[in-house]
C-alpha cells in the first residue's frame, strides 16, 4: 500500500493486520492553516487531514443553514411535490405518510405529521412490516390504503424503485408523492411527482443526502408554497432540525456540505429539545444532553430501528411524532426492551455468521452468508460487523421457510454496493434489490444464492482491490497520557460534527505499558496504560476479543505496545470522564 501517507511510527501491520498512517502528512499545510485561519496547531492538523482549505475553515467551523442550504427548487419535481401536498391539505383531503422502518423513515415520517399539524391536518401512517411486507410500498399496501379512503400517499425514504407498485397506485387513480434518495436506474416510476437528488435528472447536487434531509429541504418548500396558497405561515423548521439531523447521523451519509450543517444545528436543538419522544427515550436509555453524533448512531438511534427489527414497525415513527407524553414514554419503554431482545438476538447470530465466514476463502471480494431462520430484522447490524471483521463488504442473507432469502449488505469506501446490487436484479439473479453505495438490500431465492455470491464477486472484485491498497487507520496525532483532558475535546468538538466521510479524531499514545486489563462481558477488555514517566490514561477496548486484541491485553506479560484509538467525553448523571476506546495495538519495537 503506498498513498503517499507516512507510516505512523513506521506500523505496517498492527495486532489487527492493519497499517497506521499519518492521515496528514504535510506540516507546511498544517502551518499555513495556523497563520491563515487563526487556529492552533491540533485543530489545523484536523482541518487539513479532512481536506478543509484555510479559505473554507470560517465557515466549516460553524456551518449554519444559512450558508448551506439551497432553493428547495433545484430538487427536481420539488415544487410540484410541495404544490400538491399544500392543496391536499387546503382541500382537507385524507393524506397518509407511507415510511420505510428504519430511523431515516420514521424521522422524514415525523417532520411531515409535525409540519402538518401546525395547519391543524392530520397525515395517518403507514409503515410496513419488515417481516411479512419487505422494503417499500406494494401494490396490496396501495389498495388498502386506497380503500381506507386516502386522497394522497407521501413515501418517504422509500419509493423510487417501487415501478409495479406505483404502476398499481396509477391504475387504481391513488395519487404518490415521493420523497426518497436511494439510486435510481431506468425509467422514473409514475408518480404524481417524484423527489430523488439521486433521479437521473436532478441537477441539485444533493445526491448525498439522507431521505430526512430531503424530507426537510421538502419542508421549506411546503412552509413557501402555503405562503403562496394562503394557507399561512409554516412552523419554524428549525425546531424540526432534531429530526432531520436523527435521521442523517444513523443513515450513516456523508457529513459534508448540507448535512453538516443538519447535524451541527440539528444536535444543538436536539440537546435543548422539547421533543417528547427523544426526550423520553433519552430518559429510558440513560443519556442526557450534551448530545453528540454518538448518541444519535449509537444510543437512540438503535431503539427507534428496534419497533422495525423485531417489532412493531410504526412504533418508532409514532413515538418521534406524538404529543402525548404517556404514548411516548410507554413506546419508548417498548423500545428499550425491544432493543435489549434484539441484542441478544444478534449476539447469537453473530456467532453463527462468524463461523460461516470464517470458512470463506481468503481471496473473495465480498463476505457472503446465508442461513435458514436468520431474523430479517438484525441481518444488517450482523452485515456491518462482519465489514468491520474482514475489512470488505457484507451481506448477510436469512431465508425463510418458503425458501426466500431477505438480504443486508454494508460495504467500504470505494466499493458500490448498491449498484452492484441493482446489477444483479437486472441479470435475473434477485426478486428485488437495491441502495447505495455504502448498503443495499435484496430478495432473492435460496437456490440462487450461490450464483449471486459469484455475480457480486466479480462485479465487485476490482473495486474491493483498490480499496484495500488503501486500507489502513488514520491517525491525527500523537499525544501522551496527559493530553485525555476536557481542553482536547473542546479543540475535537470545533471540527465536529464526525461522521461518514468526516471521521472522529484518532490519536496514538507511544510506547506504552498495559498497567491493567480485565475482562468484561460481551467481549471487551476495560484497560489502562502508562507511560515511560509513569502518566496513566483508563480507557476499554471494545469488542476486543472478535478483532483479536484481548490476547495481547490480557497476556502474563504484555509488551510494550503503541495504542492507537479515540478520546471520548462520557457524561453520567452529571459526571464528566475523559475515557480512551482502543482500537488496536502494534508492539512497539525495543529502544
Known amino acids: 500500500m503506498d498513498d503517499g501517507l507516512p507510516y505512523c511510527y513506521g506500523v505496517q501491520r498492527s495486532a489487527r493486520g492493519l497499517a497506521w498512517q499519518w492521515r496528514c502528512g504535510d506540516d507546511d499545510a498544517v502551518s499555513e492553516m495556523v497563520a491563515r485561519a487563526s487556529v492552533d496547531d491540533l485543530t489545523a492538523r484536523l482541518l487539513v487531514g479532512r481536506g478543509v482549505s484555510p479559505e473554507e475553515a470560517a465557515k466549516f467551523l460553524a456551518p449554519t443553514l444559512r450558508d448551506y442550504l439551497p432553493n ?26 407511507f415510511a420505510d422502518y428504519d430511523v431515516d423513515g420514521g424521522t422524514s415520517a415525523a417532520q411531515l405529521i409535525r409540519w402538518a399539524r401546525h395547519f391543524g391536518a392530520t397525515f395517518g401512517l403507514y409503515v410496513p412490516d419488515r417481516v411479512e411486507e419487505g422494503y417499500g410500498p406494494t401494490a396490496e399496501a396501495f389498495r388498502s390504503l386506497k380503500s381506507d379512503g386516502n386522497d394522497l400517499v407521501i413515501t418517504v425514504d422509500c419509493g423510487a424503485a417501487a415501478h409495479s407498485a406505483l404502476m398499481e397506485a396509477a391504475n387504481i387513480d391513488l395519487p404518490v408523492v415521493v420523497i426518497d434518495h436511494h439510486m435510481m436506474h431506468g425509467d422514473h416510476p409514475p408518480a404524481l411527482a417524484l423527489v430523488n437528488p439521486n433521479r437521473d435528472d436532478d441537477t441539485s447536487g444533493l445526491g448525498h443526502l439522507a431521505a430526512a434531509g430531503v424530507t426537510f429541504m421538502l419542508l421549506v ?28 447521523i444513523c443513515d450513516v451519509v456523508p457529513l459534508t456540505g448540507l448535512n453538516r450543517a443538519i447535524v451541527a444545528q440539528g444536535l444543538h436543538v436536539l440537546s435543548k429539545s422539547t421533543h417528547l419522544g427523544i426526550n423520553a427515550l433519552a430518559d429510558v436509555a440513560g443519556a442526557e444532553p450534551p448530545y453528540t453524533t454518538y448518541h444519535g448512531g449509537f444510543i437512540l438511534g438503535p431503539r427507534i430501528n428496534a419497533g422495525g427489527r423485531i417489532g412493531r414497525a410504526d412504533m418508532g415513527a409514532e413515538m418521534l411524532s406524538t404529543e402525548n407524553a404517556q404514548l411516548a414514554y410507554a413506546s419508548a419503554s417498548e423500545l428499550d426492551r425491544v432493543n435489549t431482545e434484539r441484542k441478544a438476538l444478534q449476539a447469537a447470530m453473530l456467532d453463527e455468521a462468524l463461523t460461516k465466514a470464517q470458512a470463506l476463502p481468503d481471496d473473495r471480494a465480498l463476505t457472503l452468508v446465508s442461513m435458514d431462520g436468520w431474523h430479517p430484522g438484525v441481518i444488517g447490524i450482523v452485515a456491518g460487523r462482519l465489514k468491520d471483521r474482514f475489512d470488505r463488504p457484507a451481506i448477510v442473507i436469512g431465508v425463510n421457510a418458503d425458501g426466500i432469502g431477505k438480504g443486508s449488505g454494508r460495504s467500504m469506501a470505494g466499493a458500490n454496493l448498491g449498484a452492484a446490487i441493482t446489477q444483479a436484479k437486472e441479470a435475473g439473479l434477485l426478486t428485488s434489490g437495491g441502495g447505495h453505495p455504502m448498503a443495499g438490500g435484496l430478495t432473492v431465492e435460496a437456490d440462487k444464492i450461490p450464483a449471486l455470491y459469484d455475480f457480486l464477486d466479480a462485479a465487485l472484485k476490482d473495486q474491493v482491490a483498490e480499496a484495500r491498497k ?11 497520557p496527559s493530553a485525555a483532558t476536557p481542553e482536547l475535546i473542546a479543540r475535537m468538538k470545533a ?81 464528566v470522564r475523559i475515557d480512551l476506546n482502543v482500537e488496536d495495538l502494534a508492539v512497539a519495537e525495543p529502544s
Open 72 to 97: 428547495p427548487s433545484s430538487l427536481a419535481d420539488m415544487d410540484k411535490a410541495a404544490n400538491a401536498i399544500v392543496s391536499a391539505v387546503k382541500a382537507g383531503q385524507t393524506i397518509t405518510v
Open 221 to 248: 418548500a411546503l412552509n413557501r408554497e402555503a405562503r403562496v396558497q394562503g394557507l399561512g405561515e409554516g412552523p419554524n423548521l428549525l425546531n424540526l432540525l432534531d429530526l432531520a439531523a436523527l435521521g442523517t
Open 470 to 480: 488503501n486500507l489502513s487507520l488514520k491517525v491525527d496525532a500523537a499525544v501522551k
Open 495 to 575: 471540527v465536529g460534527p464526525y461522521g461518514a466521510g468526516h471521521p472522529q479524531p484518532r490519536f496514538v499514545l507511544p510506547d506504552m505499558t498495559v498497567a491493567y486489563a480485565e475482562r468484561v462481558r460481551g467481549g471487551h477488555v476495560r484497560c489502562s496504560f502508562s507511560d515511560s514517566g509513569g502518566q496513566r490514561v483508563s480507557g476499554i477496548c471494545f469488542r476486543a476479543e472478535e478483532m483479536g486484541l484481548d490476547s495481547l491485553l490480557l497476556a502474563p506479560n504484555p509488551p510494550r505496545v503503541h495504542v492507537l484509538g479515540r478520546i471520548r467525553e462520557d457524561i453520567w448523571k452529571g459526571r
